[in-house]
């Protein structure tokens, strides 16, 4: 079966298991999927990511963060331009997630970024998802 929009499931996948207080999760993988866990990866919201070979296109074997054992690196993960609703920025109105204390995600010409490297940059795009 087809998924409309998988980057909602790869966020949703991690979600559900920071709820269900899992300390890893796998979920089908994607170039775009691969970039996305890189970025969280970078801005400390995960502690590791790999790439599982299940004989199909791959696995993401994500190692979650928790700061103590109820509280997770991540509050709230959020899909901001959907297939329904796309949501693009410039360069001049980049969104500023939690005045700075978050990352906005968003998908460029030159590949996705945070948007500080957008902002450092010059370049818009489309909002992908929030992170804080």
């Not at 980057?7 to 207080?21: C, Q």
């Not at 899992?22 to 502690?47: C, H, Q, W």
Request: charge should be positive.
């Amino acid at each position: 079966m087809t998924m409309t929009d998988p980057i909602a499931d790869f966020l949703t996948r991690i979600r559900n298991a920071t709820r269900s207080h899992f300390d890893t999760v796998d979920i089908p993988s994607s170039k775009m999927k691969l970039r996305l866990a890189k970025i969280l990866k970078e801005e400390g919201y995960i502690n590791d990511v790999n790439v599982l070979d299940d004989g199909i296109n791959g696995l993401l074997h994500i190692e979650l963060k928790w700061m103590d054992p109820r509280t997770n690196a991540i509050t709230v993960l959020q899909r901001e331009s959907r297939p329904s609703r796309r949501c693009y920025v410039d360069s001049q109105s980049l969104p500023c997630v939690r005045n700075g204390h978050g990352v906005a995600i968003i998908s460029t010409s030159r590949g996705l970024m945070t948007d500080a490297k957008a902002r450092e940059m010059g370049v818009g795009g489309e909002f992908v998802c929030s992170v804080y």
